[in-house]
């Protein structure tokens, strides 16, 4: 079984709607990392939140972070086509800094 | 600034060979991860070398075996290759133990046949 359970894991909506992502765990994280991969490209880096609460917002995407540090979610707002790509919710376990465990990750397709 | 380097990008090999996968840093970063990512999964952690050691291993057999140079620089070897073995490895870099982020590479695709 996957430690972080992302939600959904296919998403395809039209240009201009919003979208949310969810990412779940039974464990405690010390951080966690959203990343987006594109086909036949390592995962980069979108934003990473620390403090349980915690809310960041990049342009049309909002990133948050579950007060008990167990949960996330990434909302884009008016998603555009450059949007599309594969969603990975990663994190350090708390207690565990050494090792990134990922989600299955949520393929998001944005239709012109 | 150059990112995390992998090479090569592409690999084929046979069942039962061996097979050595490269990876440069991004600057200013000591310590590098080693992910395999079958298709349509996310990365599996493989290991972590920071200081010359293997600091944490996922689960994965001893067939996966890996070394960091005073450069930093890292090399990913993989013996006796199955046919499963065949997946995206990735390369990721990062300083302060990877809390705040990791830099990926563009990964190398093992087909194993």
């Known amino acids: 079984t996957q430690l972080l359970e992302q939600s959904p894991q296919f998403l395809s909506i039209q240009e201009g709607e919003n979208l949310t992502v969810y990412c779940n765990s039974s464990?405690?994280?010390?951080?966690l990392q959203w990343y987006r991969q594109e086909p036949g490209e390592g995962p980069v880096l979108l934003v990473t939140?620390?403090?349980?609460?915690e809310v960041k917002k990049l342009k049309r995407l909002t990133f948050q972070f579950g007060d008990a540090r167990k949960d996330s979610s990434l909302h884009i707002t008016a998603a555009q086509p450059g949007d599309t790509g594969l969603y990975l919710c990663a994190g350090p376990r708390y207690g565990n800094d050494y090792k990134l465990s990922f989600g299955a990750g949520t393929t998001v397709t944005v239709r012109a | 600034d150059a990112g995390v380097t992998q090479s090569p990008t592409h690999l084929i090999k046979t069942r039962g060979q061996q097979v050595t996968l490269r990876c440069s840093p991004k600057?200013?970063?000591?310590?590098v991860s080693w992910y395999q990512q079958a298709l349509g999964q996310g990365p599996q952690f493989i290991f972590q070398y920071y200081e010359e050691e293997e600091r944490q291993r996922g689960n994965f057999p001893d067939r996966f075996s890996g070394h960091q140079f005073p450069n930093y620089s890292s090399e990913l070897n993989v013996n006796a290759l199955l046919l499963g073995d065949s997946a995206l490895y990735l390369c990721?870099?990062?300083?302060?133990?990877?809390?705040?982020?990791?830099?990926f590479g563009s990964g190398t695709r093992l087909t194993v046949v």
């Open positions: 939140v620390v403090t349980g609460g």
């Open positions: 990721a870099s990062s300083s302060v133990r990877g809390v705040l982020g990791y830099t």
């Open positions: 600057s200013g970063h000591d310590t």
């Open positions: 464990s405690v994280f010390s951080s």
